[in-house]
Nanobody, 122 residues
Framework: QVQLVESGGGLVQAGGSLRLSCVASGGSFGSYVMGWFRQAPGKDREFVASINRSGSYIAYVDSAKGRFVCSRDNAENTVYLQMNSLKPEDTGVYYC???????????????WGQGTQVTVSS
């Protein structure tokens, strides 16, 4: 059983930056693909980024390309999401998740954090 705890969310003005962290415990972190998802009010949860076990391959949703950077530190059991040039449409609850397969589909992820709120004001 893997427990995931996100942190780093907050309120930021458009154009600003935030760095989200997700610390894992209770399992072999390096054996999991990690993903970031977000859910805006009234909308379905959507894929943001995923990173393979070694960190050598990262996938992003098109809207995040060039602005967000996903990384992981397997020694620290932590995955990060550096978010730059934030826009109001980036507002939502951001979740990290762990999976056995590299995927953009939330149902492929077995473990989820509780989420951290990101609010971008215009």
């Amino acid at each position: 059983q893997v427990q995931l705890v996100e942190s780093g969310g907050g309120l930021v003005q458009a154009g600003g930056s935030l760095r989200l962290s997700c610390v894992a415990s209770g399992g072999s972190f390096g054996s999991y693909v990690m993903g970031w998802f977000r859910q805006a009010p009234g909308k379905d949860r959507e894929f943001v980024a995923s990173i393979n076990r070694s960190g050598s391959y990262i996938a992003y949703v098109d809207s995040a390309k060039g602005r967000f950077v996903c990384s992981r530190d397997n020694a620290e059991n932590t995955v990060y999401l550096q978010m730059n040039s934030l826009k109001p449409e980036d507002t939502g609850v951001y979740y990290c998740a762990a999976a056995r397969v590299l995927s953009r589909i939330d149902s492929d992820y077995n473990y989820w954090g509780q989420g951290t709120q990101v609010t971008v004001s215009s």
